[in-house]
């Protein structure tokens, strides 16, 4: 069973940066697509960044701050998040994509004005 662990949430400021990170058991980034999500109360669960055979693409509300990245070898996935605003606050879930069907605690970030 694949499971997720992920981290590097924080609280800041907009305009502040964080970098979160992922490390998936077995080959669950090894193969196929990797993404990040994010969570709102209230809300669906979001895709904001992801691989697939294609490269990497981004929703178009984080496009130019937001970055992703792989490290295959270890298996685990990054996002490199600037100019952070007050919308981006939620929390933050990596996973497949097409997603499993189990997900990671998730890791809150927190952006105050």
């Known amino acids: 069973q694949v499971q997720f662990v992920e981290s590097g949430g924080d609280s800041v400021q907009a305009g502040g940066s964080l970098r979160l990170s992922c490390t998936a058991s077995g080959s669950a980034f090894r193969f196929g697509g990797a993404g990040w999500y994010r969570q709102v109360p209230g809300s669906q669960r979001e895709l904001v960044a992801w691989f697939n055979s294609g490269g990497m693409h981004y929703t178009d509300s984080v496009k130019g701050r937001f970055t992703i990245s792989r490290n295959n070898a270890k298996n685990v996935l990054y996002l490199q998040m600037d100019s952070l605003k007050p919308e981006d606050t939620a929390v933050y879930f990596c996973?497949?994509?097409?997603?499993?069907?189990?997900w990671g605690q998730g890791t809150q970030v927190t952006v105050s004005s």
């Open positions: 996973n497949g994509v097409p997603s499993y069907r189990n």
